[in-house]
């Protein structure tokens, strides 16, 4: 095991545990645990950079130790004829240790912390609102208060505990998507905010689609919070609007809606579709086209042509594209319109507008279940597929959007291990290159042939740790 440091640009230092493996024949060098980075313990332990360097090296010391000794083969007396226990649970599910990781990053802990003191409650309602998201991901019946994934380490609450965390919850809505927001700001970097809106929710993201608050049609948000902040408004045109003051000022805020062609007027269609004007582009170059027809033999790619416009500062852009066209018809399906403000070049424009569909496409995906739930429940339920829709983005990204989101969850839902004697676990799923790439993302060696039931315990005390 040896000790590696990673420096970013402002100075800090991370620590981190690595082992070195020989896997299918070739060396490679897997995270084993996150020590932290070097402000933070510094400002934790009251101490200088020298202590923090030689305090990491101490750790290298024991957990190599404890490695060593976690390594060492392990007897287990079975009998065939013996019965397993009644109503014990053996299996259990790991992936959710991964979404842990993240969510302990949001420090969302020290928010239900703060509620819990005030409200005095008895129960932990940081678990439950964990779990509640954990469960919400990875479990078929993520729909009801029911939390029915089974995770490794154990619950402190009982189920009438998270039916009255749900009205908690709900009356500290603000409070945690301020909070969620307050931690974002570093992902910002001095970027716009993007506020994407659907027929239930009004999102606010980074520019990448990571969330941080929302706000529906019947309920008041703390909506100053972000509007100092630069907004890019992303929308259908032909979208009715929760917050019209808000998204229709369009003096203040920048936008990019899209609209299908055939929503524009007849007169509007026609100047959309006169052959003059076209441009491919990739090349920024002319096309020659004599009628619409021949939009048929234009090369593989998108094109685009601007509308002329009176309104001060409004860009009418419409975009064609050979992936939509039909081979042996072309008509107004092929065609798409892009409003806007922004003072960026069509390919640049394109290129965003196809990128927030595929976030708009990630929303309607996280949020399309709600429509069916209690109205007492149902902001209850908009944080937690909030906090849900953070973590799966989140992790697309990390992940350098290789995998979609579905073949993460998935994986993660598939990441199981089973319980043997109470002496440890044995994973039983099948290793990919996938969930190498999440338990390095996490810093987790979950993919161990045995782990001890202590060792279980460090690695869900180790998916806390900020």
Known sequence: MKLTK?????????????LSKIINGKSTTQVYKKLGDLYSLMEQMDCTAEEVEAWCQTQKQIETKAYRDSNKPINIMLYPQERIELNVEHNFNLGYLILQSIFTTLHLDQTCSKIRRKENLKYDLDQILRHLVYNRILSTNSDSTDITLNFVEKKSYKPTDVEHAFNVLSKYLNAFQIDLFNTTKTLLDNKPIYYYQTNQI???????????????????????????????????????????????????????STQPLNNLSKEDQTAALRVQGWKRVTTNQSVSIKEIEEFKSLKDGVYSKEIPNHTNNHRTIVVFSTNYAHTQDINTDAFYVLHTNLDKKPRTL??????????????N??????ESQNNNQTHTYFLIDLLAFYLTQTLQLQLKETYSIQQIVNQLNAMNTTLIADLGYAPSYTRTKLTDALQDLAGLSLDQTFIKTQTMKKLVKQSKEH
């Open 350 to 363: 394109i290129e965003l507008s196809e990128k927030q569909w595929k976030i708009q496409q990630n929303i």
């Open 365 to 370: 995906n996280a949020f399309n279940h709600l």
């Open 202 to 256: 009004a999102l606010f993201t980074t520019a990448n689609g990571i969330p941080f608050a929302f706000h529906t049609q019947n309920q008041q948000q703390p909506l100053d919070t972000f509007l100092e902040d630069k907004i890019i408004v992303c929308n259908e045109r032909d979208l009715p609007t929760f917050k019209e003051q808000f998204v229709q000022s369009e003096e203040t805020h920048n936008y990019l």
């Open 6 to 18: 990673t420096t970013c640009k402002n100075g800090n230092i991370h620590y981190y545990l690595a």
